[in-house]
């Protein structure tokens, strides 16, 4: 049965906005490759309208409203909409799986994380006020110091299409829970699920203003927020190639930014690991959410002595997995969310083979499918690393492989990338893991297991891979600005100067 998709406008000042240029991008389902629906698509225009309302939004009724509220009263609101997803979590589900491709089990288990994910940031909301005024201790007793941690202000959220509603939570819950009022922009590819959280926040009465959600193109919407004079920080998830122009932008006021981008990453399996456990973390690494995971371990690099058998067992696991309509049950992979990004995934398989590659498994159009952006789960061995399968982010089910002899080139091999986004270690010997994650150089090291996610733990980059940490207290942080309060507590006078004659 058809899931009907909710024709929805731009979220603005708490309620629905027509686009003021009436613009609309056609939503397709990439299982079907047929048209769907379509969402609105933000302009210039509608930016500037969007950044108003924000900044109204933290300055009503002089802040009292929002940004200077007591963390308990944002936690309030937090906490209702994560109520409110959970209470919609079957359709939401649905409408995730049919607007990005996403298995149905794994959408589902993306609204879990949503709500946690609130309930997670409204607890740390309400321990924000204990932290005010926390006292700092100086050498001097003639001062007294403490320090107010403030909402950062109007911040743009731009976040791809892998994970809509979640990655858009990682940013919105911690942004709301510091007082800020945001901007969210979602991917023109899947923007529906988003686009609901503003109906969730009309229901619980969130202040008009607090969360604006504008989709649209890059260019045109994304553009203009990270450019716009009245937005203090941009937080962005997706390409380096964009974070660059970002960036660029966020200079010219020299406002800041918090950037997660692409990776690479390596899942190192030494010699003495169980097989089968193994084989199905690096499979999991790579092929769970339809390979599109900006923190896939795609590179595998398994131990010489290992590697005929590990081989034998990865393409059996990998034969077994159900590739189907996401919404099948018992789907663990389904399509590519367009076809733009299918074609890029396979020109990069064809430009492997190209360059001497061998496809041990996959690579084509699975041929029970005759429709929707489907591509097999691919396994390429033969691999040297100036070949680009090795150097460039693939961004859907592909794996290449090389051997090892010595921890030594295994650490080289995983470290030779631009990108440090994560990165796996698999034995039994704990003390070696432990060795092999202090060198890997990513912003998170797995062990034994590749891509679990907790809101609670630290989740961001290092070198091509952004800098910025979400998630965590960490990512509450990067939306507070720090203020330091310093008084003059003697009744002496200050007495650096000679004072003048009476």
């Not at 900006?294 to 067992?313: G, K």
């Not at 089910?397 to 470290?415: D, H, S």
């Amino acid at each position: 049965m058809a899931i009907p998709i909710p024709s929805r406008q731009l979220f603005i000042n708490g309620d629905w906005a027509e686009s003021l240029l009436k613009k609309r991008i056609p939503i397709i389902n990439p299982t079907t490759e047929e048209i769907i629906g379509d969402i609105p698509a933000a302009t210039a225009e509608d930016v500037d309208v969007a950044v108003q309302a924000a900044r109204s939004a933290l300055t009503r009724n002089k802040g009292k409203d929002w940004a200077f509220a007591s963390g308990a009263v944002r936690a309030k609101y937090l906490r209702a909409i994560a109520a409110k997803i959970k209470e919609r979590k079957p359709v939401l589900a649905k409408l995730e799986t049919v607007d990005c491709g996403k298995p149905l089990s794994e959408s589902e288990a993306d609204m879990d994380d949503v709500v946690g994910c609130f309930e997670y940031y409204a607890d740390l909301a309400e321990g924000l006020d204990a932290k005010q005024k926390a006292p700092i201790s100086l050498p001097m007793k003639t001062f007294k110091s403490y320090v107010i941690k403030e909402p950062i202000g109007v911040v743009a959220l731009i976040v791809p299409w892998n994970y809509p509603l979640l990655m858009a939570t990682w940013k919105v819950a911690p942004a709301l829970a510091a007082g800020c009022a945001a901007i969210l922009k979602p991917s023109e590819l899947a923007s529906v699920t988003c686009l609901e959280l503003g109906e969730v926040c009309r229901e619980v009465d969130l202040p008009a203003g607090v969360l604006n959600i504008l989709p649209g193109l890059g260019p045109e919407a994304g553009a203009s927020l990270a450019s716009h004079p009245h937005v203090d920080k941009i937080s962005f998830t997706g390409s380096t190639v964009t974070a660059v122009k970002i960036m660029t932008a966020a200079a010219q006021r020299v406002k800041p930014v918090t950037l997660e981008l692409g990776g690479k990453g390596p899942i190192v399996v030494f010699e003495d690991v169980d097989i089968d456990k193994a084989v199905e973390w690096t499979i999991f690494g790579c092929f769970y959410t339809n390979g599109q995971i900006c923190s896939a371990t795609s590179r595998l690099i398994v131990h010489e002595s290992i590697a005929a058998e590990f081989l034998d067992r990865l393409v059996k696991w990998s034969e077994n997995i159900k590739i189907s309509d996401p919404l099948e049950e018992g789907c663990k992979l389904g399509p590519i969310v367009s076809r733009g990004q299918y074609e890029k995934v396979m020109n990069f398989i064809s430009n492997a083979k190209s360059e001497g590659a061998t496809i041990l498994y996959g690579g084509n159009r699975p041929k029970h499918l005759k429709k929707g952006f489907f591509v097999e789960p691919t396994i390429i061995t033969d691999v040297t690393t100036s070949m680009q399968i090795w150097r460039e982010e693939v961004f859907g089910p592909v794996l290449c492989v090389k051997t090892f002899t010595t921890k030594e080139e295994a650490i080289e091999l995983a470290n030779d990338t631009h990108y440090g986004l994560g990165g796996a270690v698999v034995s039994k010997d704990r003390e070696r893991c432990d060795r092999v994650s202090k060198l890997l150089q990513n912003g998170a090291v797995w062990v034994n297991c590749s891509q679990p996610c907790f809101c609670q733990a630290p989740f961001g980059g290092t070198k091509w891979s952004g800098f910025g940490r979400e998630l965590g207290e960490w990512g509450l942080e990067s939306y507070l600005s720090v203020k330091q309060v310093t008084e003059y507590v003697s009744d002496e006078q200050w007495g650096w100067y000679q004072p003048p004659n009476q």
